[in-house]
């Protein structure tokens, strides 16, 4: 059975770094598609990044991801990670992580297309 386990979560002020773990364990994690979500208080889930192995890219699908989030991995740890920098308090939110089944190869910024999700690790900055 595949599972997903987030951590490094906290509180943190604003202006501060962090970085996310999400380890894989279940199957072989050779070939995959894995993102992260986050969804904050009173709002929908958003897609953050998205790695796939098939083609080596990563994806960023918010504007603040794109300049400030940096997906990475480590395949021997079967870990990957999501490092947020400069804080703001609007990135508040539990962030998931999660994977698509296998066949599929291609990256997607919506949950709808991942089956396996983490329980999630709640970021909450402060101003």
């Known amino acids: 059975e595949e599972r997903l386990v987030e951590s490094g979560g906290g509180l943190v002020q604003a202006g501060r770094s962090l970085r996310l773990s999400c380890r894989h364990s279940?199957?072989?994690?050779?070939?995959?598609?894995i993102a992260w979500f986050r969804q904050a208080p009173g709002k929908g889930r958003e897609g953050v990044s998205c790695?796939?192995?098939?083609?080596?890219?990563?994806?960023y699908y918010i504007e603040p991801a794109k300049g400030r989030f940096t997906f990475s991995r480590d395949n021997a740890k079967r870990t990957v990670y999501l490092q947020i920098s400069s804080l703001k308090p609007d990135d508040t939110a539990v962030y998931y992580c999660?994977?698509?089944?296998?066949?599929?190869?291609?990256?997607?910024?919506?949950?709808?297309?991942?089956?396996?999700w983490g329980q999630g690790t709640q970021v909450t900055v402060s101003s």
């Open positions: 279940g199957f072989g994690f050779d070939d995959y598609v």
């Open positions: 999660a994977t698509r089944s296998k066949g599929f190869d291609r990256c997607s910024e919506y949950g709808a297309d991942f089956v396996s």
């Open positions: 790695f796939s192995s098939h083609d080596g890219n990563e994806y």
